[in-house]
């Protein structure tokens, strides 16, 4: 039996290991790329039960952005990722897009026969900011009795966290077909 000791995985040991089978990838630079970002990713899911606050929207769209490059190592020319970054000097939860992201990947596009687009937009209004991720999957009725697509604990918790630290909203919509978008609204004056 492992103790609890040695049941954790210590992120020093793992991040030492990543930049020794990084080094041995000399030569190829995707797989250092591809390295680097699992590393980041991992470094910053680490630092999440830690984190109280709101981040930077940069940071959280960085972790974003590793997710989606890892992600698309795995579906090549099957994934499309589109940005419209508008907006980026405000705050968010850390871990409340990337799941949404992941999600549309997970969930909307992996099941789609062919080519899948997720797009990240950010705007501002007079009274927020905006960040919508769409997906062109196989979405879901969200009225369906039985529907195991209907926002699940990992959602719940963003939306609660989104309210709780910044005051935010997340509304889904979905149409079976056609994919679905989300919607995160951020009131201006109340992220910390």
């Given at each position: 039996m492992i103790t609890t000791e040695y049941s954790h995985l210590k992120p020093?040991?793992?991040?030492?290991?990543l930049t020794a089978v990084s080094d041995m990838c000399a030569g190829n630079s995707e797989a250092q790329e591809a390295l680097a970002a699992f590393s980041?990713?991992?470094?910053?899911n680490i630092?999440?039960?830690?984190?109280?606050?709101?981040?930077?929207?940069d940071t959280e769209l960085k972790h974003v952005e590793n997710y989606l490059l890892l992600?698309?190592?795995?579906?090549?020319?099957?994934?499309?990722?589109?940005?419209?970054?508008?907006?980026?000097?405000?705050?968010?939860?850390?871990?409340?897009?990337?799941?949404?992201?992941?999600?549309?990947?997970?969930?909307?596009?992996?099941?789609?026969?062919?080519?899948?687009t997720v797009k990240i937009r950010t705007v501002e209004s007079e009274t927020d900011y905006i960040i919508n991720v769409v997906d062109d999957g196989i979405g879901f009725d969200?009225?369906?009795?039985?529907?195991?697509?209907?926002?699940?604990?990992?959602?719940?918790?963003?939306?609660?966290r989104l309210a709780s630290?910044?005051?935010?909203?997340?509304?889904?919509?979905?149409?079976?077909?056609?994919?679905?978008?989300v919607n995160i609204k951020i009131p201006k004056g109340v992220e910390s």
């Open positions: 020093h040991f793992l991040f030492n290991s980041d990713y991992l470094r910053v630092s999440y039960h830690n984190r109280k606050t709101p981040v930077l929207f992600e698309k190592l795995r579906f090549e020319e099957r994934l499309i990722i589109l940005y419209d970054i508008n907006v980026t000097g405000f705050k968010v939860p850390l871990l409340s897009v990337q799941p949404i992201v992941e999600n549309a990947v997970s969930h909307g596009l992996f099941n789609k026969p062919g080519v899948g969200p009225d369906a009795s039985g529907n195991t697509r209907k926002p699940q604990a990992g959602i719940e918790n963003v939306r609660d630290m910044c005051g935010g909203t997340l509304i889904i919509s979905s149409k079976p077909g056609v994919g679905t978008r």
